[in-house]
């Protein structure tokens, strides 16, 4: 989990409210990415930055909303959560090396919304 | 759907013994990773191999890639229990697009 962290790593919340999930790197990498890991999907990509204010939607985005004001922290926040956002989330970075970029995962969060 | 499919979805073996896992893909791809995830963990990045590239080797692990077939294979020889985990398999289009198409992973265990 090289120079990643996610905060927090366990959340239990309820329907409605609003929840914030960080992620924080060490790498000074461009690149951060969202993700939410479901039995029976695999990974799905939620939104994603390539710098500070820059970012963009992935394929599962309703719901969600990110941050970045900075390089070396993406923020991801459920605007009132729901039961089908519970969920383990993984913050992702990459460092542009082209079309043979590897993403570098955080440990996780694991969400669970009552 | 684009996304990798990977079989088998659970594989057992005993320690010692060599372990293959697929994965299969409908879109033309730059490249194919393999990550693996401990239970509980973030995933691992283990290897890439380029579309133009058939095999690549890197420890104990061995990749090849069939792009007329869509389908790779991550083969792990003289297994552990340390390599008890899920396996994935993620494409990098071609293009700008930035985003890795993930398939659903292969959960193995090793038995000592």
């Known amino acids: 989990d090289a120079g990643i962290t996610q905060s927090p790593r366990h959340k239990v919340t309820e329907t409605g409210t609003p929840v914030t999930l960080r992620c924080h790197q060490t790498e000074n990498h461009r690149y951060m990415y969202w993700y939410r890991q479901d039995p029976g999907h695999g990974l799905r990509l939620i939104h994603y930055s390539y710098g500070v204010k820059d970012t963009d939607k992935g394929e599962v985005s309703d719901g969600y909303s990110v941050s970045r004001s900075k390089t070396e922290d993406f923020l991801l926040t459920l605007e009132s959560a729901t039961s089908s956002q519970t969920s383990v989330y993984f913050c992702?970075?990459?460092?542009?090396?082209?079309?043979?970029?590897?993403?570098?995962f955080g440990p996780g969060t694991r969400l669970l919304v009552l | 759907s684009q996304q990798g499919e990977e079989d088998p979805q659970a594989l057992s073996i005993q320690e010692g013994e060599n372990a293959t896992m697929n994965c299969s893909y409908k879109t033309s791809i730059n490249n194919l990773q393999w990550y693996r995830q401990n239970s509980g963990r973030g995933l691992v990045h283990l290897i890439l191999?380029?579309?133009n590239e058939r095999e690549k080797h890197s420890g104990r692990l061995r990749v090849t890639l069939d792009t007329s077939k869509k389908s790779s294979s991550l083969l792990i020889t003289a297994s552990r229990a340390a390599d008890t985990a899920s396996y994935f398999c993620?494409?990098?289009?071609?293009?700008?697009?930035?985003?890795?198409?993930w398939g659903l992973g292969t959960s193995l265990a090793v038995n000592p």
């Open positions: 993620a494409l990098r289009g071609v293009g700008n697009n930035r985003k890795l198409i």
């Open positions: 992702a970075i990459s460092e542009s090396t082209g079309s043979e970029e590897t993403q570098y």
């Open positions: 191999i380029r579309s």
